[in-house]
């Protein structure tokens, strides 16, 4: 079975310093992972994946996120964080070996950045 | 260029009336997923789409729930004698290919509340 773990559902920051959400997973292959955004009264905002290569994945808004398959996480990082990065995160899996189709997320990290 | 659209945006339904919310994909997108967001819970898949065949139904929570994407474009997700427990924001995705590595486009979704 996947799944996928946010053990953090707040995460507040200081704006201008650097800020890590994670993420930990649990599939039986190898996994496909994703970060989205989801700003109130929308729909989730696609930031970044992983699905081959280089650990470290670079995506939208200066968002970054590193996978680690020895710790099974996925977090994802900003060096400088923006008062307009504050929403809600998800992790996401595919687990390739299923065949399924669809993505399995977490339960969010609300993110809130203080001026 | 224009993303996922999904209409209503809000629906208020008494206990026991049927509802349909409706969903644009990207146009020219060949997968299309429909996801349930509970209150304080990420996205669930409920089913998938493939042009116009419906190819996996497992996340649909009962038989009330029923999916269609009859010319391989817009998709219809119909709810039926809705319950309490039905309501949520549902969230449709699409996908450009059927390829696995592809990413998934959100709409806003649709909140449902049910009376």
């Known amino acids: 079975a996947q799944s996928v773990a946010q053990p953090e559902d707040q995460v507040n920051v200081a704006e201008g310093n650097p800020l890590t959400v994670k993420c930990t997973y649990s599939?039986?292959?190898?996994?496909?992972l994703f970060w989205y955004v989801q700003y109130p009264n929308r729909g989730l905002q696609f930031l970044l994946k992983?699905?081959?290569?280089?650990?470290l994945v670079k995506g939208s808004y200066g968002f970054e996120a590193e996978f680690n398959k020895s710790q099974t996480s996925f977090h994802l990082k900003k060096p400088s964080a923006l008062v307009s990065d504050s929403a809600l995160y998800f992790c996401a899996v595919r687990d390739i070996r299923t065949g399924a189709n669809n993505l399995f997320f977490g339960t969010g990290t609300r993110l809130t950045v203080i001026p | 260029g224009a993303g996922v659209s999904q209409s209503p945006r809000y629906k208020v339904a008494k206990r026991g009336q049927d509802v349909a919310l409706r969903c644009d994909p990207i146009s020219g997108h060949v997968s299309l997923f429909w996801y349930q967001q509970a209150l304080g819970q990420g996205p669930e898949f409920l089913t998938y789409f493939q042009n116009e065949a419906q190819l996996d139904k497992s996340g649909l929570p009962s038989d009330r729930f029923f999916a269609e994407r009859p010319e391989g474009s817009v998709s219809t997700l119909k709810i039926q004698r809705t319950q309490q427990e039905d309501s949520a924001v549902y969230l449709c995705?699409?996908?450009?290919?059927?390829?696995?590595?592809?990413?998934?486009?959100f709409g806003p979704g649709t909140r449902l509340t049910v009376l």
């Open positions: 992983y699905i081959t290569g280089d650990n």
């Open positions: 599939v039986s292959g190898n996994p496909y």
């Open positions: 995705a699409s996908r450009p290919t059927s390829g696995h590595t592809d990413t998934q486009y």
